[in-house]
């Protein structure tokens, strides 16, 4: 099974307006911690957001706030007031248990924001 | 301070040829990474190393691969006879161990084109 799932290859925004990204995501292991990751196409990877699981509230980073559903096992990014640089891919990862070593990525998503 | 650095950023070589790239992590992170990632794809976990233990290259795809790393410092990974499907992205990262988020901090990448 999947360890990350990002069931959007592809999403559109009108600028400035907010937009959800989905992920999803499978493990059995009571800790665990979530990460968004920014690419734009110049390649480098930005970290986003972290949340950890058993983080009571849910993650905010300026614009970007991760809204956590652990019963649904679900970390979706959302951005609010979408600027023309936030066009790029999103990755969505999950770091498993307390390992440094399993690092799981998903597909990504790719954001174009429309003027 | 300085981020993490890449060399080459852009490689081509001929199928066959062995190639070494390099990664020049975040000083003071014990932990280092390396992914693979394909055209249009997510992130492969590749290998990793934290501080002077054995690295876990589990993620390493064939007897081709390997990596090393001196210390805390720089590390090289290595493709020997290299193929048409090796071509991809190699990103770089590299975190401070112990930092509660477990950030991982990636480099530009370098892009490796095998003909």
């Known amino acids: 099974a999947q360890k990350i799932t990002q069931t959007q290859p592809g999403m559109f925004v009108q600028e400035k307006e907010a937009v959800t990204l989905d992920c999803t995501y499978d493990?059995?292991?009571?800790?665990?911690?979530l990460f968004w990751y920014k690419q734009p196409s110049s390649g480098e990877m930005i970290f986003l957001i972290y949340?950890?699981?058993?983080?009571?509230q849910n993650a905010t980073e300026g614009r970007y706030s991760l809204n956590f559903q652990k019963a649904r096992k679900s970390a979706n990014l959302v951005i609010s007031a979408s600027q023309l640089g936030d066009s790029a891919m999103y990755f969505c990862?999950?770091?498993?248990?307390?390992?440094?070593?399993?690092?799981?990525f998903g597909s990504g998503t790719k954001l174009n924001v429309k003027p | 301070g300085a981020g993490v650095s890449q060399s080459p950023s852009n490689k081509v070589t001929e199928k066959g040829k062995d190639v070494e790239l390099r990664c020049d992590p975040i000083?003071?992170?014990?932990?280092l990474y390396w992914y693979r990632q394909r055209l249009g794809q997510g992130l492969e976990f590749l290998i990793y190393?934290?501080?002077?233990?054995?690295?876990?290259k589990s993620g390493l795809p064939s007897d081709r691969f390997s990596a090393e790393r001196t210390g805390e410092s720089v590390s090289t990974l290595t493709i020997q006879r290299t193929q048409q499907e090796d071509s991809a992205v190699y990103l770089c990262?590299?975190?401070?161990?112990?930092?509660?988020?477990?950030?991982?901090?990636f480099g530009p990448g370098t892009r490796l084109l095998v003909l």
């Open positions: 190393f934290q501080g002077n233990s054995a690295p876990d």
């Open positions: 990862a999950m770091r498993e248990g307390n390992n440094f070593n399993k690092f799981y």
């Open positions: 000083s003071g992170h014990t932990a």
């Open positions: 493990t059995s292991d009571p800790s665990y911690g």
């Open positions: 949340q950890g699981s058993y983080d009571q």
């Open positions: 990262a590299s975190s401070p161990h112990g930092d509660r988020q477990e950030t991982q901090y």
